[in-house]
């Protein structure tokens, strides 16, 4: 507390005053001394491009897109270099009373928090701010909007029906998700009027919609998905039983058995307004440790998803600390820290079914500590290659084929039908093709089932699906040398202007086009009738595909001796092969294009990433 006092320098008098204000009230004066003996972390930013950023992105909403040339200034540019205004400096006594009364009323009249504690009612409702947004009076503007959406629950007991009930709320206005710049948090007040952002804001209007209404709620992350390729950032909410439940206010509600949504984590962090105890002690004083493990604003969160586990494995190094590391293409992430015990590390509570890799920190880089290992049913799998043993691997992929975009191989390709006429009544169609599986990959092609003149195609949906389409095309020959030129001529109105109609046909595999309406179908002309021999079909994808003249290079793990190159290829078709050495772990990388690729390991010449584990 003196520290924090002292840190306010000239503003002190300020928060004296609501020390003063609390003094016969211990509750409430140990609440304004948690709020104060942290404020020292808290800052905002302030510059004209703080407001240049909010009107783009309020453009962006009302459009649903963000021009090419916004993108290109906005892009390169950090707001995070604007001078910081510390809270400490500059916070009203007056702020920090009202914000602590109304956090009291919410906590001590709303039913729902009779078994909330004090500890967790100072983190989970009474914090004025989530971190380094601009400060601003959201509590009670927040309150007044949405409030009511909680009037049939005045005898509820349960937090999880009163989240549940203001998350629909939450959700009833589409929110446009953009991950372009890199930006503080944004005010309470402009998420209040506007729905744009990334996952951050998401949980950043909920947070501050639910403490204002008095549901205890704070944020929990992973640092990065090997899977997906990114940080993810989502809700919780404490029941009255003391367990955490996450939530979504965009997709779906909290639910009693939720755990997540399904994407490989490693480790799950909760933010936390007050400063937590160290990883490790004395850890945050020393140098070359990365920042994760020097933030005491957050604690590890991931035994409330996966329970309680632990794993000891090697290490080939001598460094006191050894960090558990996920798979990025550019590098190694740590996501959890250990202490070296003679060549032994423990690590705790980590997740299963993923492939991990210790390291060390050497100066301002992180180095491999041994060889990476698969963590499976409380088994660890080390990959060490077996060099004069080799298998003929095939390759079809250079990053595993997540849910989501699995989903797109059939979710909007089954059931489809492509039929031909001589006329736009098509009172005697042709089927040309009827799609009944799953494709395998992002390119296909079809040859026709009727070869009958026509002048006109009509591309059916699957019922009461949409159409989601990256590539369509067709050719006269069985070659594929005279494409027939294709002209759409109904009017589909996409879901969002960036996928409009004219992506099917523009030889870009990862642009697409997303109809609006379901049951719905296109209708090309022709310009004359026309036998069709050969069609080209390329489902919405991730181009991650092999694909015919990139040129690629395949790696494998040598533990403390890095990735050593098994060498380059040019594919000649949608498949490369190899020559490998047994038990190793594999990287393969595109040197043409793309940036998105995950590590596999091979067994009988099969690659088996994270996703589909045998």
């Known amino acids: 507390m003196a520290y924090a006092l002292d840190f306010a320098g000239e503003n002190r008098k300020e928060l004296e005053k609501v020390l003063d204000y609390y003094a016969e009230d211990s509750q409430k004066l140990e609440a304004a001394r948690f709020l104060i003996r942290n404020m020292p972390r808290y800052y905002g930013y302030e510059g004209w491009r703080l407001d240049s950023i909010q009107k783009i992105l309020i453009t962006a909403e009302q459009k649903h897109f963000i021009d090419d040339s916004i993108l290109r200034k906005w892009t390169t540019q950090s707001l995070y270099s604007l001078p910081k205004i510390y809270d400490a400096h500059i916070i009203k006594a007056?702020?920090?009373?009202?914000?602590?009364?109304?956090?009291?009323?919410?906590?001590?009249?709303?039913?729902?928090?009779?078994?909330?504690?004090?500890?967790?009612?100072?983190?989970?409702?009474?914090?004025?701010?989530?971190?380094?947004?601009?400060?601003?009076?959201?509590?009670?503007?927040?309150?007044?909007?949405?409030?009511?959406?909680?009037?049939?629950?005045?005898?509820?007991?349960?937090?999880?029906?009163?989240?549940?009930?203001?998350?629909?709320?939450?959700?009833?206005?589409?929110?446009?998700?953009?991950?372009?710049?890199?930006?503080?948090?944004?005010?309470?007040?402009?998420?209040?009027?506007?729905?744009?952002?990334?996952?951050?804001?998401?949980?950043?209007?909920?947070?501050?919609?639910?403490?204002?209404?008095?549901?205890?709620?704070?944020?929990?992350?992973?640092?990065?998905?090997?899977?997906?390729?990114?940080?993810?950032?989502?809700?919780?909410?404490?029941?009255?039983?003391?367990?955490?439940?996450?939530?979504?206010?965009?997709?779906?509600?909290?639910?009693?058995?939720?755990?997540?949504?399904?994407?490989?984590?490693?480790?799950?962090?909760?933010?936390?307004?007050?400063?937590?105890?160290?990883?490790?002690?004395?850890?945050?004083?020393?140098?070359?440790?990365?920042?994760?493990?020097?933030?005491?604003?957050?604690?590890?969160?991931?035994?409330?998803?996966?329970?309680?586990?632990?794993?000891?494995?090697?290490?080939?190094?001598?460094?006191?600390?050894?960090?558990?590391?996920?798979?990025?293409?550019?590098?190694?992430?740590?996501?959890?820290?250990?202490?070296?015990?003679?060549?032994?590390?423990?690590?705790?509570?980590?997740?299963?079914?993923?492939?991990?890799?210790?390291?060390?920190?050497?100066?301002?880089?992180?180095?491999?500590?041994?060889?990476?290992?698969?963590?499976?049913?409380?088994?660890?799998?080390?990959?060490?290659?077996?060099?004069?043993?080799?298998?003929?691997?095939?390759?079809?992929?250079?990053?595993?084929?997540?849910?989501?975009?699995?989903?797109?191989?059939?979710?909007?390709?089954?059931?489809?039908?492509?039929?031909?006429?001589?006329n736009l009544s098509f009172r005697n169609p042709r089927q040309l093709l009827a799609l009944q599986d799953t494709l395998t990959s992002n390119y296909h092609e079809f040859v026709s089932s009727d070869t009958s003149l026509v002048r006109y195609i009509r591309y059916n949906s699957p019922l009461e699906r949409s159409i989601e389409l990256a590539e369509i095309a067709f050719w006269e020959d069985l070659d594929m040398k005279k494409e027939i030129p294709a002209k759409v001529i109904n009017d589909l109105v996409p879901l969002h202007p960036a996928n409009s109609i004219d992506k099917i046909n523009d030889k870009e595999i990862l642009s697409f086009f997303e109809s609006r309406d379901t049951t719905c179908h296109l209708l090309f002309d022709l310009g004359k009738e026309v036998s069709v021999k050969k069609i080209l079909l390329c489902p919405r994808n991730d181009d991650n595909y092999i694909w015919p003249g990139d040129e690629y290079e395949l790696f494998y793990n040598n533990g403390i001796n890095g990735w050593i190159s098994l060498g380059k290829q040019k594919a000649k078709e949608r498949v490369l092969y190899y020559d490998v050495p047994a038990n190793a772990l594999f990287w393969l990388r595109n040197l043409t294009k793309g940036k998105e690729e995950q590590i596999f390991f091979c067994r009988e010449g099969v690659q088996y990433f994270v996703t589909n584990l045998p």
């Not at 003391?242 to 979504?248: A, C, I, K, L, R």
């Open 94 to 422: 007056d702020y920090l009373i009202e914000n602590i009364d109304l956090s009291f009323k919410m906590w001590k009249e709303r039913p729902w928090n009779q078994a909330l504690p004090f500890e967790d009612f100072c983190e989970l409702i009474l914090p004025y701010r989530i971190d380094d947004e601009p400060l601003s009076n959201w509590r009670q503007n927040y309150f007044e909007v949405y409030f009511s959406a909680l009037d049939s629950l005045s005898n509820c007991t349960d937090p999880l029906r009163a989240c549940n009930a203001l998350s629909k709320e939450l959700s009833k206005k589409e929110f446009f998700y953009t991950v372009n710049f890199d930006m503080p948090h944004l005010s309470a007040h402009f998420l209040l009027e506007h729905h744009v952002g990334f996952c951050r804001e998401i949980c950043d209007r909920a947070v501050y919609a639910m403490r204002a209404c008095g549901i205890p709620v704070t944020v929990d992350m992973f640092v990065y998905s090997p899977e997906y390729q990114g940080s993810h950032q989502w809700n919780v909410v404490r029941g009255k039983n003391g367990v955490f439940y996450p939530f979504w206010t965009s997709w779906y509600e909290m639910d009693n058995n939720m755990k997540g949504d399904g994407r490989k984590k490693g480790k799950i962090y909760r933010q936390c307004f007050g400063m937590q105890k160290e990883a490790i002690e004395g850890i945050t004083s020393r140098r070359n440790v990365p920042p994760l493990f020097k933030n005491r604003f957050i604690k590890d969160a991931t035994t409330d998803y996966i329970g309680t586990n632990k794993i000891t494995v090697e290490v080939e190094v001598k460094e006191p600390y050894i960090y558990l590391g996920v798979f990025s293409p550019n590098g190694w992430i740590p996501i959890d820290v250990g202490e070296n015990m003679g060549g032994n590390v423990t690590f705790h509570n980590v997740e299963q079914n993923l492939i991990y890799q210790t390291l060390y920190s050497d100066s301002d880089t992180l180095k491999m500590a041994g060889y990476p290992f698969l963590y499976t049913q409380d088994t660890i799998h080390s990959f060490i290659p077996e060099t004069k043993h080799t298998e003929r691997a095939t390759l079809h992929r250079k990053m595993s084929l997540v849910k989501g975009i699995k989903a797109f191989l059939y979710r909007y390709i089954i059931g489809v039908r492509i039929e031909g006429s001589k």
